[in-house]
């Protein structure tokens, strides 16, 4: 019989909230998200532990931090290093032909539901996919299940290099059926498999020490 993968740890309102707090977050820290803080915190406590939590951890530092020391560590971890890349379909395809369909998966999905982007966002950006779940949660969330992989290993990459925003992604993954198996284990078999309806057995991106064997 068929392993049922596990329910995630909220609720279908609490992962639209918890998504929306998501999105947010992976946002440059300027002031108007350093504004609004309190408001993200109040939304925070609402949520259950295990996706909540992790982004109190998020909200703490940027609580704390100098917001020139915030904005340096958010360029240096997002814009400086490939393997933390909150563009989902680069784990998959690298600067391939390839990446270039999947991104208009993205693109047909959030026209469907009536989202038309803007030339300069990237449809598969993290922060965009979130803030596209939070309002259709259905399609949503298929998106993120499809690019399951890349949220991991990107997950991965922020934890071995100790980064303030590990909780977010720490967060999204709580909010997604759990996965079967060892975690390393369970990515490396999602990056084989490619997302539903594309490709199958891509090359992963992540060098293999990442996604498996090296703990």
């Known amino acids: 019989m068929k392993r049922k993968s596990a329910r995630p740890a909220a609720g279908d309102s609490e992962r639209a909230a918890a998504w929306q707090v998501q999105s ?3 946002g440059y ?17 609402a949520l259950p532990e295990a996706v909540g939590a992790p982004l109190q951890r998020v909200l703490s530092y940027l609580e704390t931090a100098q917001p020139l020391a915030a904005a340096t560590a958010y ?22 032909r390839k990446r270039g369909m999947a991104l208009l998966r993205f693109k047909q999905v959030y026209q469907a539901a009536g989202l038309v982007l803007g030339d300069e966002e990237l449809s598969d950006h993290l922060a965009v996919v979130l803030e596209f779940a939070a309002a259709h949660p259905v399609p949503g969330e298929q998106l993120l299940v499809e690019h399951r992989a890349g949220i991991e290993v990107m997950r991965m990459a922020l934890r071995e290099s100790a980064s303030p925003w590990t909780g977010v992604l720490d967060s999204v993954s709580a909010t997604l059926p759990a996965l079967q198996g060892s975690e390393r ?4 078999k ?9 490709d199958v057995g891509l090359e992963p991106f992540a060098p293999p020490d990442f996604i498996g064997g090296r703990h």
């Open 75 to 96: 360029v240096d971890t997002f814009d400086h290093r490939k393997r933390l890349s909150p563009y989902l379909t680069w784990f998959l395809y690298g600067d391939t």
């Open 24 to 26: 947010l977050l992976l």
């Open 185 to 188: 284990e369970a990515v490396a």
């Open 29 to 45: 820290p300027d002031e108007a998200l350093l504004d609004s803080l309190p408001l993200l915190a109040r939304a925070v406590s």
């Open 190 to 198: 999602l990056i084989a498999a490619g997302p539903r309806g594309e």
